[in-house]
């Protein structure tokens, strides 16, 4: 216990005294003006201020479409690119069960 008591002896007069000098260093600087650097006020921008919504494309009479898909060759032709494409031979099968951790808690 009278370990104690010293070290109180000894700290507490040095912190009162750090404790008053930051206090009136504080109270001193307040009568400052701003550095010339920082702004005195503060201007607000919204995000939003050059924002332009997304516009849906006019509308367009469905048999000119059908006839365009048709002149396209349709979903038959997306269907033959897809049966032919082949995948690359130097990337791996996808593994359905990669992400699971074997049923064992982590």
Known sequence: MSTLRRA???LLPGSLVLLVSTATAQIAGAGQAEPAGLPTQ???QSVFSAYQADVDPPVQSWREANERVGKIGGWRTYA????SAEP?????AADPHAGHHGGAKP
Do not use: Q
């Open 8 to 10: 109180l002896k000894t």
């Open 42 to 44: 503060l201007h607000y």
């Open 80 to 83: 033959r690119e897809a049966a």
């Open 88 to 92: 690359a031979k130097d990337t791996p």
